[in-house]
Structures are given as structure tokens and as C-alpha cells.
């Protein structure tokens, strides 16, 4: 008979619980500094007459809770942002001159154009983060 014998189990639970928080620790911050790019490409994309469109964007802290990790954005407070993104029409004259932003246009879909052209960045970056530190 072989008998196998491993000591120091509690180490190297210790350890790995250890490296497990560090990896949820920098997948949180990816993911806030995704959620405040996303942001930020957002207002610049926003459709513009008085500029209180773009203004009214706002980021929650990202949170952790059981099994994921939130980061939210969004135009808050006016009755007219979902609107603006969601419907069919012309841009007015200012949205037409403010410039474009790696290749989006501003206007409708100020939230969606960026996210479907980053979502696969950000995952990358949220890899990369957890990777780091397992590493």
C-alpha cells in the first residue's frame, strides 16, 4: 500500500483565497474604468441642441456583489435621452458638426454604437486584469 501525504493544506487554501480576492479586486476596477469609457464615449456622442443631453450622463460606483460584478451608466433625469436613442430622425446642425469619434457618428444609438464597437475591448481588458495577478 502507498500512502500519499500532503501538509500545509491551509496555506494553500490561504493562497488561493488570497489571489481570488486580488483577481475580483482588479476585475472590479476594469470593469469601472470600462463603464466610465463607455461613458465618456457616450457624451461625446449624445445628440446636441443645448448640450444638457450630453451633461446628464452619469456613472454609479461599480459594485460586487455574489456572483458579478456591476458597472452602470447612463443619461439620467431627462424624459427625452431614451428617446433620442432609440428613434429614427434627422440630426439637427449642431449634432451633424460635432465630430465623429473612431468612426461613430454622433446621434442616435449614443450608447449602443460604442458598446457593441468596445464590448469586445473590454472583455480583453477584464482577461487581461485577472490575468495579471494569476500570473
Partial sequence: MIEMRFEGIDAVRQAF???ERLALDELERAVDESTEHLLSTSMRLAPKLT???EGSGT???TVRRRDE???TMGF???PYARRRHEEVYTPGRIT???PSVDGMTPGRKYIEQPLMKYVRRY???WADAVRRVLS
Fill in 123 to 125: 472583455i480583453k481588458e
Fill in 51 to 53: 448640450g444638457d443631453l
Fill in 76 to 78: 439620467r433625469g431627462l
Fill in 59 to 61: 456613472k454609479d460606483p
Fill in 69 to 71: 460584478i456591476v458597472g
Fill in 17 to 19: 483565497d488570497r489571489a
Fill in 96 to 98: 451633424r458638426g460635432k
